[in-house]
């Protein structure tokens, strides 16, 4: 495949031998089960059906039985055309939309929870909570301000849950993440020609967070769920590198490098409400604090320029909000159905702070799965979803040097996903 731009993520759980694309708004990653997919991941912080429960409500392990694993894979298919309306490409000239970029990849995810004694559960988490990747055929329109942006994350999610009374759980874990981030852009040698160079950014740091949950079981058909997860701020450090014609611009221009990150917090609060013997009703209304990400600036800190920006990546995020809705249906002892819709807003503000790095936009998820109990203490869940993004305006002005690039993005998502879950 030559021609991309999608949102790639790889989470912890093998460290990179798999590889998915971004489906929730900005660079939050929803498949931290596959289980929830067929509800949108209504329900979320509420349901707790298997393991999983250990990402969205800790709480949640006190509904398990005393030693269950939970596991699953999520194909994600992202469809990205860029629309050309009158950009102006700076000194370093390039044409073209990039075509489709979109692909398809794969994001794992994996659980263990155990109880202690009739009250207290223990388990661990492995996941990808943001991530994302966009590249562009180079030359391209937009060259000047990225070819290439790639963000992993990699979490580890020790948990512990404790059931304070029939009606009352709480939990809490630990999260060790690391993040890691890869921006590639042409830098301009100015001389008697204008010739393009290929810069690279890499940066790294791995820090904690924290997250909480609460369950609260109002009536034997009514549970409520809330769960809190922290921010976790990161000082990077890495390296610019260029690596154009010129080898006095490429040692010049090259240096160590900085930069002060910060990914957001997220709180979710869910209701599962059992209406018959046959559907139970989902709901969950999320949030996220985008806005912990203003702008991003990238110092150098060797060479003759130390100390001073290279770069300002302005993000200008705004705070999130997200709303999901899914139904259960019990087709037969073995047999479930589940639908769901979401509303999933965009982070970002609006045509001139969206950059080519991420034309992400707010998007409707369309759910539907289905689980199966094949023997009494496991389950297999399938699901799929299509996703519909608003078309996205860009008109970022990064002249004169970079450029600017004015058009519309054409987006949409499927995603198709699996999990196995098992009691013993």
Same mark, same amino acid.
């Given at each position: ?19 998915? #694309?971004?489906? =929730?708004?900005?660079? %939050? $990653?929803?498949?931290?089960?596959? !289980? /929830?997919?067929?509800? *949108?991941?209504?329900? @979320? ?10 990402? #969205?409500?800790? =709480?949640?392990?006190? %509904? $398990?039985?005393?030693?269950?694993? !939970? /596991?699953?894979?999520? *194909?994600?298919?992202? @469809? ?345």
């Amino acid at each position: 495949m030559t021609t991309k731009n999608s949102m790639k993520l790889i989470p912890a759980l093998v460290l990179g031998l798999f590889s998915g #694309y971004a489906s =929730a708004a900005g660079f %939050q $990653l929803m498949e931290q089960n596959a !289980s /929830g997919l067929g509800n *949108a991941y209504a329900g @979320s912080a509420a349901i707790a059906d298997n393991a999983s429960t250990i990402f #969205y409500n800790p =709480a949640g392990m006190t %509904q $398990l039985q005393a030693r269950e694993v !939970s /596991g699953g894979l999520s *194909a994600v298919g992202t @469809s990205f055309k860029f629309s050309d309306k009158g950009s102006s490409v700076g000194l370093l000239g390039g044409s073209g939309n990039g075509n489709d970029g979109g692909a398809w990849g794969v994001v794992p995810n994996g659980y263990f929870s155990m109880a202690l004694n009739k009250d207290l559960y223990v388990g661990v988490g492995f996941g990808a909570p943001f991530g994302l990747k966009t590249e562009y055929n180079n030359p391209w329109t937009g060259a000047a301000q990225s070819t290439m942006f790639d963000v992993k994350t990699y979490n580890i999610n020790p948990s512990v849950a404790y059931r304070v009374s029939d009606k009352v759980s709480i939990g809490g874990g630990l999260n060790w993440q690391r993040v890691e981030a890869e921006y590639q852009r042409q830098a301009a040698v100015v001389s008697a020609v204008t010739v393009a160079s290929p810069l690279k950014l890499t940066l790294n740091d791995d820090a904690w967070g924290w997250n909480v949950g609460a369950l609260f079981t109002l009536s034997p058909s009514t549970r409520v769920g809330v769960s809190y997860r922290s921010a976790i701020s990161y000082d990077t450090t890495g390296n610019i590198n260029v690596s154009g014609p010129s080898a006095a611009f490429n040692a010049a221009s090259s240096s160590s490098a900085k930069a002060s990150i910060k990914l957001p917090d997220s709180f979710i609060m869910s209701v599962a409400q059992q209406l018959s013997d046959k559907w139970q009703m989902l709901g969950d209304v999320s949030w996220t604090g985008w806005s912990t990400l203003p702008k991003v600036d990238i110092i150098r800190t060797s060479g003759a320029a130390s100390g001073t920006t290279a770069q300002t990546l302005g993000t200008d995020f705004r705070d999130t909000w997200r709303v999901a809705l899914g139904a259960n249906y019990k087709l037969s002892d073995a047999v479930k159905l589940k639908f769901g819709i979401a509303y999933d807003q965009t982070p970002v503000k609006g045509a001139t702070t969206r950059l080519t790095s991420l034309p992400d936009n707010n998007r409707t998820w369309f759910s539907a799965g289905a689980q199966w109990v094949p023997t009494k203490g496991s389950a297999i869940d399938v699901g799929v979803a299509y996703l519909y993004v608003k078309d996205a305006d860009i008109d970022n002005n990064q002249t004169p040097l970079r450029g600017r690039v004015t058009g519309t993005y054409s987006d949409s998502a499927w995603i198709l996903g699996g999990q196995y879950s098992m009691a013993f």
